[in-house]
């Protein structure tokens, strides 16, 4: 029938898991299609706190399948840790669960490459979360990555004595570090044998006869579109595609098959590591705002920067992510704000621009702001309308800007707290 994208308009963290969990029942099948276990959709569901790093946000629904696409990278002890958690819980999971036999496996080596190449850039350090993505994506393009399909392959320990040795190799030329490299990879392979017992698919033929059939699937974005490793704020960008034309790759899909592009970003902004952050307030508002969100990572715990919301960023991710409708979540975080500010406009060399200039960490010379009315209560309202004045004035000046409808509206953590409109 069709597919519909659900991406994060900024750096990550921007709530996407809850509004997957939300639109699940409408699908039949649930895709990531990039990234790996530095993701951290975070969920409440009955007051309960779940974090998944690898596995599909439609889990928790008994009618869907949830597709780990090709495009995604998988550590196998993490999946393993994400599966025994959820079914400790009492989750079926294995039933609900399928992995693409392309997708990629991080290696324990990868994750010692990682460490050893962030820690050899000093102050230039880009935030890597240290789980060996990033590694993992170079074997990748670089043609010599091990796949999922590979471990029932009479020759996979070949292969992987092969790449291992390449990678120690590598980790030569790099300052020393330090690592007991035996425990993870017996850790590794334990979790392997149990990897080769899930439903392994050639997912690209599943989703397109599921397709084909009538049924619609929901694909599920990891990371956030300033991320994306060609139009994002590079170097500091995740490895993997993460905007629209990523879910074609990463589920083996043809553009024409994508119907909506639900876009998800806070009523603010947030960044974990380094690089540019345009709005960032680095003062007593920032703070106020990373208290009253809990704005720590939910993979890494890092604290999260925080600033206003960005228009001309938003207007660039909406534009190249081809989004349709918006979901802008955490807005309770601002009831306490008696004003807000948005960044509307840029200063770029001698004039003003809402434009995003190739290098944002030289090209911006300052943020031009305008200023809109807090709304100095609590939200607890379940239709748009009964949404106190200030708040609808707010969400129609972001409409306005963007040029898009606004369709779910978060107003807390937990499940119920998201106005449908």
């Not at 670089?142 to 590598?170: A, C, P, T, V």
Request: negative net charge.
């Amino acid at each position: 029938m069709a597919v519909d994208v659900l991406l994060g308009l900024q750096w990550g963290d921007e709530g996407k898991g809850k509004i997957v969990d939300y639109l699940a029942d409408k699908y039949q099948i649930v895709g990531r299609f990039q990234g790996g276990p530095n993701a951290g959709h975070t969920l409440w569901i009955d007051g309960k706190k779940t974090v998944l790093h690898t596995i599909p946000s439609g889990i928790f629904h008994e009618h869907l399948v949830n597709v780990i696409g090709n495009g995604v990278v998988i550590d196998p002890i993490t999946l393993m840790k994400e599966i025994d958690g959820l079914e400790a819980g009492g989750n079926e999971v294995r039933s609900r669960l399928s992995i693409s036999r392309k997708a990629h496996l991080i290696l324990p080596t990868h994750k010692l490459l990682d460490m050893a190449s962030e820690a050899s850039k000093g102050e230039m350090k880009i935030g890597s979360t240290l789980r060996g993505i990033g590694p993992c994506y170079m074997d990748k393009t670089g043609r010599n990555g091990l796949r999922i399909g590979d471990i029932l392959s009479g020759s996979f320990d070949e292969k992987y004595q092969s790449l291992k040795e390449k990678h120690l190799h590598l980790l030569k030329l790099y300052p020393a570090i330090e690592y007991d490299l035996q425990p993870e990879e017996e850790n590794w392979f334990a979790a392997i044998e149990r990897v080769r017992k899930l439903n392994l698919i050639d997912a690209e033929y599943f989703v397109n006869e599921r397709l084909k059939a009538g049924e619609s699937i929901l694909a599920e974005g990891a990371q956030g579109m300033m991320l994306d490793i060609d139009f994002g704020t590079y170097p500091y960008v995740t490895s993997s595609n993460t905007i629209t034309s990523g879910v074609c790759n990463g589920l083996g899909i043809p553009p024409s098959a994508i119907r909506n592009v639900l876009g998800v970003t806070k009523a603010y902004c947030t960044r974990v590591g380094s690089g540019p952050f345009p709005s960032e307030l680095d003062n007593a508002d920032g703070e106020r705002i990373r208290v009253a969100g809990n704005e720590f990572g939910s993979t890494t715990g890092r604290p999260r920067r925080c600033g206003w919301l960005d228009i001309p960023q938003l207007k660039y991710a909406t534009m190249i992510s081809g989004t349709t409708h918006l979901a802008i979540t955490k807005l309770d975080v601002l009831n306490a704000f008696e004003t807000l500010s948005v960044a509307e406009r840029y200063k770029v060399g001698g004039s003003v621009t809402d434009q995003l200039p190739f290098d944002i960490n030289e090209g911006i010379l300052d943020v031009v702001h305008s200023v809109h009315d807090g709304w100095m209560e609590e939200i607890n309202v379940t239709s748009y309308d009964r949404l106190p004045q200030a708040v609808k004035n707010f969400l129609t000046y972001i409409e306005d800007q963007l040029g898009l409808p606004i369709s779910f509206v978060s107003t807390g953590p937990g499940r119920e707290e998201l106005i449908a409109r």
